[in-house]
């Protein structure tokens, strides 16, 4: 999150919004007239006012409040919508932009991999920094983009959509989110780029030479038996893969809570205000989702020191209580040792007390679904 004046704005979104900026002035130095700079940019602001404006709607329909549902973050269903929103006006736009419209496509992403770091394991390496692996085969994705951009052509456009799904398979196999049925539409995409972009023979020869020369590298590198995750091995700190500071908190009623005492579960870790929106808008979703997990602990720790009342803190979360366990920080030794700057800040912990995901803003059902599937 960034905060500005008394808005948290995820930094994410803050990219995207970026780099929008910085394609419009790329199109413009290239000569594309002001109403083609509109068509091209005015494609995604409109999917993420879809995005953003559904969420809303969504989270007024949850809610039944506004001040709340201005930091909802819709789930799935916006998502969806922000993505045939999209679509829509890529089928409305001149057939000669389509090129701009996938460069400016890959840009964005390129930008918001490298904004949301993320770790996972490639050919038995683990802790591998997947971001930036990414990120690099985007950009060689956007030059090959670059050069066809002019004249687009069913095949090119194929064959970039090929690149972009296989760059998108790689992160979910390093991160151990792969769904195998995506392999297969990665397949269909490869077998109709060929027929439709018709590459030479030579670039068809060296794409599967360099997936043999990969594979026989991921056989030859030895087995390495698989280890748990100790306090021996890991470090402490507050990223991925590392484990963070312990705490002793009490709870509502007075009793004394440890973290360590839930070693060997799953844990998720929020840092929340009763005055913080988005704080308030992420508790019901956390409530539902805990309730349907018993494999993971919610611990919802109140930053004490930063509310006016703390019996506000007390009568709002009171609700959420059967759901997960909630602890005051009434000190705010917590808070300065995990660094919280802004709220909510949630740590997904495994059940060696290893950070293997971190937010900074609302969290939701779907967010907490794909850190702990």
């Not at 929008?20 to 509109?38: C, D, M, N, P, W």
């Not at 009171?318 to 300065?336: I, L, W």
Request: hydrophobic share 50%; aromatic share 12%; charged share 15%.
């Amino acid at each position: 999150m960034v905060a500005i004046g008394p808005l948290n704005i995820r930094f994410d979104l803050l990219i995207f919004l970026l780099s929008l900026v910085v394609l419009y002035g790329i199109f413009r130095a290239h000569g594309l007239t002001s109403k083609q700079r509109e068509a091209v940019i005015g494609t995604w602001f409109y999917g993420f006012l879809a995005w953003k404006g559904s969420a809303i709607v969504i989270g007024l329909l949850t809610t039944r409040d506004l001040s709340l549902a201005l930091y909802a973050t819709g789930g799935a269903w916006s998502q969806w919508i922000a993505v045939a929103i999209v679509l829509w006006f890529v089928y409305r736009l001149d057939r000669d932009l389509l090129g701009y419209w996938v460069l400016s496509g890959l840009f964005i992403w390129f930008g918001m991999t490298l904004a949301v770091p993320m770790y996972g394991t490639i050919w038995r390496f683990p802790d591998q920094p997947i971001h930036v692996w990414s990120a690099t085969l985007i950009l060689l994705l956007l030059g090959m983009t670059w050069r066809w951009m002019h004249q687009p052509t069913r095949g090119n456009i194929l064959w970039t959509t090929f690149g972009a799904s296989s760059i998108w398979l790689f992160e979910s196999n390093a991160v151990g989110q792969i769904q195998w049925w995506t392999i297969g539409i990665v397949t269909i995409l490869f077998g109709l780029s060929v027929v439709l972009a018709r590459p030479s023979r030579k670039a068809i020869q060296l794409s599967i030479g360099v997936l043999v020369l990969l594979a026989v590298v991921n056989v030859a590198i030895p087995e390495q038996e698989e280890q748990t995750v100790t306090r021996e091995t890991a470090s402490t700190g507050l990223n991925i893969g590392q484990i963070p500071p312990s705490f002793a908190l009490q709870r509502t009623d007075g009793s004394t809570f440890d973290l360590a005492s839930l070693r060997g579960q799953r844990v998720v870790v929020n840092f929340w205000a009763s005055w913080c929106p988005p704080c308030r808008a992420e508790m019901p979703d956390m409530a539902n989702f805990a309730k349907k997990r018993d494999d993971v602990t919610i611990v919802a720790v109140n930053t004490t020191t930063s509310e006016r009342d703390p019996d506000n803190a007390v009568s709002f979360v009171e609700p959420y209580e059967d759901a997960f366990t909630v602890v005051y920080d009434r000190d705010g030794q917590v808070g300065d040792a995990y660094r919280i700057q802004a709220m909510p800040t949630t740590y997904v912990l495994d059940e060696s007390g290893v950070i293997i995901a971190k937010q900074f803003g609302a969290i939701d059902k779907n967010w907490l679904d794909a850190q702990l599937h």
